[in-house]
Every structure is written in structure tokens, then in C-alpha cells.
């Protein structure tokens, strides 16, 4: 069974930077893609990221390209997300969750971890 834990959360001003952390375990995750999605009070989960665990490649939702990035150390079974530039439109609760394709998530969701951009 796989089991994603989320953290790296918090609050920061506008402008700042966070990295958030999804550690994964359970099985292997070749050929599966680790998303990033975000959900903010009142509206629905948004694909943030993604990265895929074998080939490293990486998508990313048009609101954070150039801000946002997503990397792997596969040897921690873990996959970063690392926020610059942050904006009070990014606060949300984030979430991890592996999947066959990027964007389009799979299975059961974790506790997230909060992220908060004060102006």
C-alpha cells in the first residue's frame, strides 16, 4: 500500500520561499508519476506539478512555471517542492499523490500541508 506524507508548510510573506517535502514508501514507483495538487478554501483541487518517477520528467500547471520546481532523490523516496516567488493566490492546502499519468490523480489523499502567503 502506498503511503505519501506531506510537509515542509507554513507561513510566509509574499515574495518568500518554501520547500515542500512528499516522502513516499510502500512499493516501488517506476513507471508512476508523483503529482503536486493544491486546494484552496472554497475551491476545487488544481494540479500544481508533477514529476515522473523513472524519467524525470516534469510538468507543471501554467500558474507556477518559472516560480515553482519539482525534483526527485529517488534514493530517499522523496520528491521536493521547491516554491519561490510565492503569492497569496498559492495558499492552499498541498498534496501529494502518485499516479500512471501526470494531472490526473489516483487513489486515496493525505493530510497535506498547509501553505500560507500573507501580503
Known amino acids: 500500500q502506498v503511503q505519501l506524507v506531506e510537509s515542509g508548510g507554513g507561513l510566509v510573506q509574499a515574495g518568500g520561499s518554501l520547500r515542500l517535502s512528499c516522502a513516499a514508501s510502500g512499493r516501488t514507483f517506476n513507471n508512476y508519476v508523483i503529482n503536486w495538487f493544491r486546494q484552496a478554501p472554497g475551491k476545487e483541487r488544481e494540479f500544481v506539478a508533477a514529476i515522473s518517477w523513472s524519467v524525470y520528467n516534469k510538468y507543471y500547471a501554467d500558474s507556477v512555471k518559472g516560480r515553482f520546481t519539482i525534483a526527485s532523490d529517488n534514493a530517499k523516496n522523496t520528491v521536493y517542492l521547491q516554491m519561490n516567488s510565492l503569492k497569496p493566490e498559492d495558499t492552499a492546502v498541498y498534496y501529494c499523490?502518485?499516479?500512471?499519468?501526470?494531472?490526473?490523480?489516483?487513489?486515496?489523499w493525505g493530510q497535506g500541508t498547509q501553505v500560507t502567503v500573507s501580503s
Open positions: 499523490n502518485s499516479s500512471p499519468a501526470p494531472s490526473v490523480p489516483k487513489g486515496s
